[in-house]
């Protein structure tokens, strides 16, 4: 059976990985970014291309709007890029300042606003995908559904999504919202597991401790929206990255995501994305290395997913839980 992903039924992409831009332009401090970051970013965005990554993955608050910056930057040099890729940014979450602390906010106001500044730093007219980034416990529907409405007709914003948002959450903004979500982007990984533990621990003790919504892969997945891992390499704890104080679970994961990429004569990052995207909910993994040798050594994972059997996703899932299934 071919499978097509959301967003390449809704027509907005069909890149299979999106580039996560959240490290671009230096840290989260108030230092200005350089022409080195600059020069990374662009390295970077090379890279993706490359590999046919065509998405990219952004968020006002990303390393305080200098990740938007520098991106604007790469498109300045490039102006014919901007309409051979795919830009997606997100909205809601204000960072601590002063006595003030994180926050979020689903305000009309503070929206518009929001995208505003997510255009002028990016120094584009629209936004391809536009997500509200964390759920708000303030939220009015009405409020979300004047903001997009106001962003639609503008043509600032061409599809709406949601990030680290449940089923119901999202049938409430729904109501009041006529677009239908494009994509739910939430952490999944070898590392992060409860978007699968949470399937096979119904009615069993240990899916008390299973912290993941309800049927919200099933409504995904019914809905047609499209489910973007963050975290997707699980910050390279299979690929590499020295893990000698993480639980013996997970090195033995490793050294087995290692042992298949040399079997396979692949790369273990492309076995980890492979193991997500076997998945039959077509997720989107959004990769966060910006190192551009490391982005090549996701390359293989389409191809990977495509070989991988029911057995070795089963031995990763059960080895990486590090418990048996019920
Ligand atoms: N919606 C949300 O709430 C949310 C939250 C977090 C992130 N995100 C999005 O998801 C994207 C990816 O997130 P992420 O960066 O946490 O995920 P990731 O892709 O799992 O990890 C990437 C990070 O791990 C490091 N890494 C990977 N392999 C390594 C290795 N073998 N050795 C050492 N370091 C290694 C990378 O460093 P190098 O750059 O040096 O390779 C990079 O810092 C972000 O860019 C952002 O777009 C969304």
Redesign the pocket.
């Known amino acids: 059976m071919t499978k097509v992903m959301p967003l390449a039924k809704r027509g907005i992409s069909n890149s299979r990985l999106a580039l ?4 671009f332009g230096g840290g989260w401090d108030a230092e200005p970014f350089t022409e080195q970051h600059v020069k990374e970013a662009e390295a970077a965005v090379e890279a993706a291309l490359s590999i046919g990554i065509t998405m990219f ?3 006002d608050i ?1 390393t305080k709007g200098k990740a938007e910056q520098v991106f604007g930057r790469v498109l300045q040099a490039r102006p014919d890029l901007r309409e051979q890729i795919v830009i997606q940014s ?1 909205c809601g979450i204000q960072l601590g300042e002063g006595d003030l602390p994180g926050r979020f906010n689903f305000s009309k106001e503070h929206i518009l606003h929001s995208v505003d500044g997510n255009l002028e730093r990016l120094g584009i007219d629209y936004l391809d995908v536009l997500l509200l ?2 759920p708000d416990p303030l939220v009015e529907p009405e409020e979300v559904a004047e903001a997009f409405a106001k962003l639609k007709s503008s043509g600032k914003v061409r599809y709406f999504g949601v ?2 948002m449940s089923a119901s959450q999202i049938k409430f903004l729904q109501q009041a919202i006529p677009d239908s979500f494009a994509v739910n ?1 939430l ?1 999944m ?1 070898l590392n992060h597991l409860h978007f699968v533990d949470h399937v096979v621990h119904v009615n069993q003790q240990a899916g008390t401790e299973v912290n993941f919504a309800e049927g919200l892969m099933e409504y995904c997945r019914t809905e047609d929206i499209q489910l973007q891992a ?7 704890k299979f ?3 020295d893990i000698k104080d993480e639980p013996k679970h997970i090195q033995q994961t490793a050294q087995l995501v290692q042992q298949m990429a040399a079997d396979k004569e692949t790369t273990a ?1 492309a076995i980890v994305l492979g193991w997500l995207m076997y998945h039959p909910a077509m997720i989107q993994p ?6 551009p040798e ?1 982005i090549k050594a996701c390359a293989d994972a389409e191809r990977q997913a495509s070989l991988m059997t029911r057995d070795e996703w089963y031995t990763l899932y059960v080895s990486a839980r590090g418990t048996l299934l019920p």
């Open positions: 996560g831009c959240m490290p993955d952004h968020a990303y997100k980034h964390r990030s680290n982007q952490e990984s963050w975290s997707p390499l699980a910050q390279g690929s590499g990255r990052e959004i990769i966060g290395t910006s190192n490391r």
